[in-house]
């Protein structure tokens, strides 16, 4: 398909994220956090299916041992299944942070998830990173963050990718055999110029692919933190990207419209080609 992004769905989500490919049912899950509902775009037919949301959705992650996801709602995890849909509370990381809601998340190779905090008006620095297990105990790993966001693993499952969108950093961390994190550094920091960083994900080389709020494109660092090529996107405000597809060789894009309501494409699911394959996709085993 070449170089050019193409619009699969403009589905004019207010807020589309966390981007999730689905191996069972070969689609693709991603959810509008601000105009509440979750998605499903079907890669091979093309079938859309969406299922308006009570409460901002904030992502979800497929289940490794039992149909359904896991998913992060403003007001806490939850079990979610759909055909038909159904929502099962699990329990909240912080309740004492009134104003903050989930943001993003992602399934390490031992199948916990990691997820990111937020404030809902994005005016307090009250943003941490969590860590649930497969037993569904959860832990905050770090904390201070104004927009957590994005977080993605090297191949091996050694180091954690997290993004600061507020002051436009991505951490990298290393990660132990039991998900302690250690040696916390600054892996890139985005100009000015380039908008800020949102979602991401890595591919199969150890590429780091990062979407830009703000930039209309997703760029691949390498894992030195160079810039190795830029993908621009016909739309401004890009938030997440996730490899898909048999082979993992297909990337879709989430964008939003929130502040951008006269751009044509803004809240599209875009397709690009990546030109290199994803690192392998993991499920929440619990």
Known sequence: MGTEAKCVWPVRARLGEGPVWDA??????????????????????????????????????????????IAGFKSGFAELQVDPLTITPIGAPEPERKTNRLNDAKADRTGAIWAGSMDDDEKIVSGALYRIAPDRSWKRMDDGYAIANGPTFSPDGRVLYHTDTGPGVVYRFDVGADGALSNKREFVRFRADWGAPDGMTTDAEGGVWIAHWGGARVTRFTPAGAVDRAIAIPAA????????????????????????ENEELAGALFEIDPGVRGAPAYAFNG
């Not at 693709?28 to 308006?52: C, E, M």
């Not at 405000?237 to 502040?259: E, K, N």
Request: charged share 15%; proline share 9%; net charge positive.
């Open 24 to 69: 069972r049912d070969a689609s693709i899950y991603f959810v509008d956090i601000k105009a509440p509902a979750l998605h499903r775009f079907n890669v091979q037919s093309g079938v859309r299916t969406s299922w308006p949301m009570a409460e901002p959705i904030c992502w979800i992650i497929p289940r490794a041992t039992a149909p359904g996801f």
């Open 237 to 260: 405000q890009v938030t997440s990207c996730v490899f898909a597809g048999p082979q993992l060789d297909r990337m879709f894009v989430t964008t939003a419209a929130v502040g951008r």
